[in-house]
């Protein structure tokens, strides 16, 4: 974790040293069986470690954003628990850990499946509590999955695929605001994105 930390540290000072926003992604992968309880335990700690790590390279915060993982448990856990679960362990987690000078935190989607990641960042901003930060996304496969679905790599697919995206990156907005509401109904589908042992 320190090494992991130290690193993202040194990238984070490159980046300010060019004029350019560092986004620190300390990601805790979903492989596992472990609960909501010990993925908090193990983020909280990971963050703890980062932002040291970020203080002792002397990194400007107002000029960076962090891209961490929300808090949920395991992929193979057997326990299933609520959005409202998931936010409450992660505006913690995040409340504990992640100094108010940071701007902007940009959630991964940690492998959610499309309507998963937008009702979990809906119900972290919904969710009453101090978040001096803005809180939004930084989704890969949860913006992308259903419009490469749709698209095929066919032209006459692009405007039905353009449409995808669209309705995923409003969903998202609004979710990002604690105002999405109803159902995210997508090409995907609630289809998990996730992929184990994925490596970056």
């Keep these: 974790m320190m090494e992991n930390a130290n690193v993202l540290a040194r990238y984070a000072v490159i980046c300010q040293q060019n004029g350019i926003v560092p986004i620190v992604e300390p990601e805790v992968l979903p492989d596992g069986t472990h609960d909501l309880y010990v993925a908090q335990r193990v983020t909280e700690e990971v963050l703890a470690w ?69 009702y979990n960042l809906n119900a972290i901003n919904a969710m009453p509590g101090k978040k001096p930060w803005a809180l939004t996304f930084s989704f890969g496969r949860a913006l992308q999955a259903s419009v490469i679905k749709i698209w095929q790599g066919k032209k006459e697919n692009t405007q039905a695929a353009q449409n995808e995206l669209l309705k995923l990156a409003q969903a998202n907005g609004l979710a990002a605001l604690g105002k999405f509401e109803g159902t995210l109904e997508t090409a995907a589908g609630g289809q998990s994105l996730f992929v184990a042992n994925h490596a970056y």
């Design 50 to 118: 980062q932002y040291k790590a970020l203080a002792d390279h002397h990194v400007y915060l107002e000029g960076t954003l962090l891209k961490p993982n929300m808090i949920t448990a395991g992929h193979s856990c057997s326990q299933k628990f609520s959005k409202e679960q998931n936010a409450l362990a992660t505006i913690q987690t995040l409340q504990r850990r992640v100094p108010a000078a940071v701007p902007g935190i940009v959630f991964l989607s940690g492998g959610m499946s499309e309507a998963d990641a937008t």
